[in-house]
């Protein structure tokens, strides 16, 4: 019961402020519900018993990405932005787009309203541990080359030559 | 009443569907980028219930939403870092100002 109470809480300020990210005209406020957002997505993963995965999401998304969006934000914002309209001119086509979407997802997703689970969740770190350093040894050096690789590229990216050229 | 796999899909069609229409619709690129973190995140979300409900031994559904996230912050800081190099070389960060490849 309190787990229902949990997930609709944390559903309900996910779905809430992430409408309300693509649709404000402020783009410091979209930043700000976005981390939100990525907040109460954290607390679903933890009505889910992923433990690990509700300690990175707050880690990795609400203390990186959204503090990096808000800083971008801040960088290259203008005070004209702040009231300007941010949806362009096909939003009707792009809603239609969502809706065709959303009656695909719909049906899918029906069909799975008899899975129930089974047990309690049982603390998932030191299994990720264990799969990360044996059987996803390969791919978790793979995906520390990329974030190595990303790491240059952002530094290559924005440097500025030097000889005054910007 | 109890929590099934069906709810935890539609709060990940939601999401999705909400980064759909932001990245389908916004003019400034870091509102696309926001909204394709969404779309990570309901991809996210999924993964964790399958692996909790379809297969509650074990725990690679949470390792694939680790690689997830993983790749998501590579991708964010790589393009924010793009858009920084146009907003300082051509000072817009609009999408319909940014079209130069339109031939």
């Known amino acids: ?166 | 009443m109890t929590l099934t796999l069906g709810h935890y899909l539609f709060l990940g069609s939601g999401l999705f569907i909400i980064g759909i229409f932001g990245a389908l619709t916004r003019r400034s690129v870091i509102g696309i980028l926001m909204s394709i973190e969404l779309i990570f995140n309901a991809a996210n979300v999924n993964l964790a219930a399958f692996n909790r409900f379809l297969h509650p031994d074990g725990v690679t559904g949470q390792a694939f939403a680790l690689f997830i996230m993983t790749v998501a912050a590579a991708e964010v800081v790589v393009g924010l870092a793009l858009v920084l190099a146009i907003y300082r070389s051509r000072d817009k960060i609009y999408m319909e100002d940014i079209n130069i490849m339109r031939g």
């Open chain 1, 1 to 166: 019961m309190i787990e229902s109470i949990a997930f609709y809480m944390m559903a309900g300020v996910a779905l809430g402020s992430a409408l309300l990210v693509v649709t404000l005209r402020n783009t410091v406020h979209c930043a700000l519900f976005l981390g939100l957002s990525l907040a109460g997505v954290a607390g679903v993963f933890g009505t889910l018993g992923a433990d690990f995965l509700f300690a990175s999401q707050i880690l990795i998304y609400v203390g990186g990405i959204a503090v990096l969006m808000i800083f971008a934000v801040m960088l290259m914002g203008r005070t004209s932005d702040l009231t300007l309209r941010q949806v362009n001119q096909e939003w009707l086509a792009g809603l239609l787009v969502c809706a065709i979407t959303a009656v695909g997802l719909w049906r899918a997703a029906k069909a799975c309203l008899s899975a129930t689970a089974s047990g309690s969740p049982a603390a998932s770190t030191r299994p990720l541990g264990r799969l990360m350093l044996g059987d996803y040894a390969v791919p978790f050096e793979l995906i520390s080359l990329v974030l190595t690789a990303a790491l240059l590229g952002a530094i290559f990216f924005t440097r500025r030559e030097a000889g005054g050229r910007k």
